[in-house]
């Protein structure tokens, strides 16, 4: 069975860092494509970036990432536990959302990712981000 749990998720200052992680269970998360979205209250749920699978040999996936978060935010994959991780620094008060991992179950390394959440069928719980003024 096919299972993600966010964490990481808790009350930072605007300009401080947040390590979100996603532990993937019931299949190999690093050969598959995977993306982080989040909601915020009264909003619809927005992509925030993905990365692409990996080829278990030299190739470990690009990620591509959405503009209000490009250069403040890395993607990043652990095989040994299983995990996908996003490394957000900078944060700002419109980071302040639930933040959720996904995957759509896909093996793809080297076709590159999406964003688009309705795009992806399997979700986490979702871990909630604060970012105070």
């Known amino acids: 069975q096919v299972q993600l749990v966010e964490s990481g998720g808790g009350l930072v200052q605007t300009g401080g860092s947040l390590t979100l992680s996603c532990a993937g269970s019931g299949f190999t998360l690093p050969y598959y494509r995977v993306g982080w979205f989040r909601q915020a209250p009264g909003k619809e749920r927005e992509g925030v970036g993905c990365?692409?699978?990996?080829?278990?040999?030299?190739?470990?996936?690009?990620?591509f990432y959405s503009d209000s978060v490009k250069s403040r935010f890395t993607i990043s994959k652990d095989s040994a536990s299983n995990t996908l991780t996003l490394q957000m620094n900078f944060l700002k008060p419109e980071d302040t959302a639930v933040y959720y991992c996904?995957?759509?179950?896909?093996?793809?390394?080297?076709?590159?990712?999406?964003?688009?959440?309705?795009?992806?069928?399997?979700w986490g719980q979702g871990t909630q981000v604060t970012v105070s003024s």
């Open positions: 996904a995957t759509d179950l896909v093996l793809n390394a080297g076709h590159g990712c999406y964003v688009d959440p309705r795009r992806y069928d399997y």
């Open positions: 990365i692409d699978g990996s080829d278990g040999r030299t190739y470990r996936g690009v990620p």
